[in-house]
């Protein structure tokens, strides 16, 4: 009991300290958004530049409604024209005459297009209504760029002066973007690969999350259970923050008349369930079987927010037996190794059209599967927790877990031999034995 206590301060402290730690994320420590600049030619009062956005990350995807990038000019140059994407705000451009540029504003503000934008105004891995899919899940699919070009600027490589305080919404606040820095010109291959051509000019922005920035409270929590255990552990109460307790949904018959539901103007407002713990997601962890050589786990990620659905999502565990995966049922499957000494972590997404969707709070707002695992019997046991995972990341935020000594525990005669010959068969044996 001493050692469960322990284990529960110890492990307080440690989800504290990595809350509220700065960017680094110990499971995806070089995970980061790169934003490159290239420019691609020299116009006579500027440049013409593309920029590309490469999302390094594991396992956090650009959600909808997408980024929004940001910057402030060093002098007082204007866009001049855009593919690809637009700024929010034309600005003041009244000294302007004839040709009027696309943004005047010092600080532009820029979004990406949505899809099915006329083919004149698209770019290459354009206009996908800001949505980027994480590196670990997508690798090609990662990026997003469009084309500026800029006026009133430098025109060689001496005169152009960097952007700077560059800000990065993806889709809401969490990201700290760092100076632009200049870096050797990016290298392109031609079409029929024998030939390549160089950027006159390349400059990186590299941006990296930090979860205490982007919000108070956790957004998801974790509930365990296990076949040896009657007791189910949820949630911890209030895990997500119970500010949004009075404005919840008390049951599934009332929300669809709920005029919150369709009258909010805020795009990201959140219209969730009424539970203890006020998390809009709840994933849940259940040991379901031992046998001789493996074991089976159960994973369930519930939806409680009404108002939204996840179209990527994506799901990290870290668990020391996640290195000897022997087969999972429903979801897509990528081991994660942060540390090349180590293999304890594991991404978990949705098989595409069958349930990489995780629909609204309802019926239909849960996805599940089941993962088999060779055991490792140097290691393996069930006792002290052991079998549950140490790390949960929804979606690239750390879920809270319930503290370790209100885990289920072992029965006092299982923790004897759980996984060797069966208690009540040994007892009737010796019973007759005795007789």
């Given at each position: 009991?001493?050692?469960?206590?322990?284990?529960?301060?110890?492990?307080?402290?440690?989800?504290?300290?990595?809350?509220?730690?700065?960017?680094?994320?110990?499971?995806?420590?070089?995970?980061?958004?790169?934003?490159?600049?290239?420019?691609?030619?020299?116009?006579?009062?500027?440049?013409?530049?593309?920029?590309?956005?490469?999302?390094?990350?594991?396992?956090?995807?650009?959600?909808?409604p997408?980024?929004?990038?940001?910057?402030?000019?060093a002098?007082?140059?204007?866009?001049?024209?855009?593919?690809?994407?637009?700024?929010?705000?034309?600005?003041d451009?009244?000294?302007?005459?004839?040709?009027?540029?696309?943004?005047?504003?010092?600080?532009?503000?820029?979004?990406?297009?949505?899809?099915?934008?006329?083919y004149?105004?698209?770019?290459?891995?354009?206009?996908?209504?800001?949505?980027?899919?994480?590196?670990?899940?997508?690798?090609?699919?990662?990026?997003?760029?469009?084309?500026?070009?800029?006026?009133?600027?430098?025109?060689?490589?001496?005169?152009?002066?960097?952007?700077?305080?560059?800000?990065?919404?993806?889709?809401?606040?969490?990201?700290?973007?760092?100076?632009a820095?200049?870096?050797?010109?990016?290298?392109?291959?031609?079409?029929?690969?024998?030939?390549?051509?160089?950027?006159?000019?390349?400059?990186?922005?590299?941006?990296?999350?930090?979860?205490?920035?982007?919000?108070?409270?956790?957004?998801?929590c974790?509930?365990?259970?296990?076949?040896?255990?009657?007791?189910?552990?949820?949630?911890?109460?209030?895990?997500?923050?119970?500010?949004?307790?009075?404005?919840?949904?008390?049951?599934?018959?009332?929300?669809?008349?709920?005029?919150?539901l369709?009258?909010?103007?805020?795009?990201?407002?959140?219209?969730?369930?009424?539970?203890?713990?006020?998390?809009?997601?709840?994933?849940?962890?259940?040991?379901?079987?031992?046998?001789?050589?493996?074991?089976?786990?159960?994973?369930?990620?519930?939806?409680?927010?009404?108002?939204?659905?996840?179209?990527?999502?994506?799901?990290?565990?870290q668990?020391?037996?996640?290195?000897?995966?022997?087969?999972?049922?429903?979801?897509?499957?990528?081991?994660l190794?942060?540390?090349?000494?180590?293999?304890?972590?594991?991404?978990?997404?949705?098989?595409?059209?069958?349930?990489?969707?995780?629909?609204?709070?309802?019926?239909?707002?849960?996805?599940?599967?089941?993962?088999?695992?060779?055991k490792?019997?140097?290691?393996?046991?069930?006792?002290?927790?052991?079998?549950?995972?140490?790390?949960?990341?929804?979606?690239?935020?750390?879920?809270?877990?319930?503290?370790?000594?209100?885990?289920?525990?072992?029965?006092?005669?299982?923790?004897?031999?759980?996984?060797?010959?069966?208690?009540?068969?040994?007892?009737?044996?010796?019973?007759?034995?005795?007789?």
């Amino acid at each position: 009991m001493r050692l469960l206590l322990i284990l529960s301060v110890l492990s307080s402290l440690l989800v504290l300290f990595s809350y509220h730690a700065g960017a680094y994320d110990p499971l995806d420590p070089n995970g980061n958004i790169t934003i490159k600049w290239d420019v691609m030619s020299w116009t006579p009062d500027g440049y013409v530049a593309t920029v590309t956005m490469n999302n390094f990350q594991l396992y956090r995807h650009i959600m909808n409604p997408g980024w929004t990038l940001g910057w402030s000019w060093a002098k007082k140059e204007v866009i001049w024209s855009m593919q690809g994407a637009q700024t929010t705000e034309q600005g003041d451009c009244s000294k302007f005459k004839g040709n009027v540029p696309h943004c005047c504003k010092k600080t532009p503000t820029v979004v990406d297009l949505l899809p099915g934008v006329p083919y004149n105004q698209q770019f290459t891995n354009c206009c996908k209504g800001g949505v980027v899919p994480a590196w670990g899940q997508d690798p090609n699919g990662a990026l997003s760029s469009f084309q500026v070009s800029v006026g009133q600027a430098g025109t060689s490589n001496k005169t152009v002066k960097l952007p700077k305080n560059f800000t990065l919404l993806a889709p809401g606040p969490g990201y700290t973007c760092g100076p632009a820095k200049i870096v050797p010109s990016t290298v392109f291959l031609t079409a029929d690969k024998r030939r390549k051509t160089q950027a006159l000019m390349t400059w990186n922005v590299t941006c990296t999350y930090s979860q205490f920035l982007a919000r108070k409270n956790p957004s998801c929590c974790v509930s365990l259970s296990s076949f040896y255990n009657e007791t189910i552990t949820p949630c911890p109460t209030c895990a997500c923050g119970c500010q949004n307790k009075k404005n919840c949904v008390k049951s599934d018959s009332k929300f669809r008349k709920d005029k919150r539901l369709h009258n909010s103007k805020k795009e990201n407002d959140q219209l969730l369930q009424c539970t203890h713990h006020m998390c809009p997601i709840r994933v849940h962890w259940h040991v379901k079987i031992n046998y001789k050589d493996y074991w089976r786990v159960k994973i369930a990620i519930t939806n409680f927010n009404y108002k939204m659905n996840y179209t990527l999502w994506t799901l990290a565990v870290q668990h020391p037996n996640l290195n000897n995966i022997t087969q999972v049922f429903s979801f897509d499957y990528k081991p994660l190794v942060p540390y090349a000494s180590v293999n304890d972590t594991a991404m978990f997404f949705g098989m595409k059209y069958y349930n990489d969707l995780l629909m609204e709070a309802g019926p239909a707002g849960n996805v599940q599967s089941e993962v088999l695992m060779r055991k490792n019997k140097d290691t393996f046991t069930l006792k002290q927790g052991w079998a549950f995972p140490h790390k949960v990341y929804f979606n690239g935020d750390e879920c809270m877990l319930p503290p370790p000594d209100s885990y289920p525990i072992l029965p006092n005669s299982a923790s004897l031999n759980l996984f060797t010959f069966p208690i009540s068969i040994s007892s009737f044996l010796f019973f007759i034995f005795f007789l």
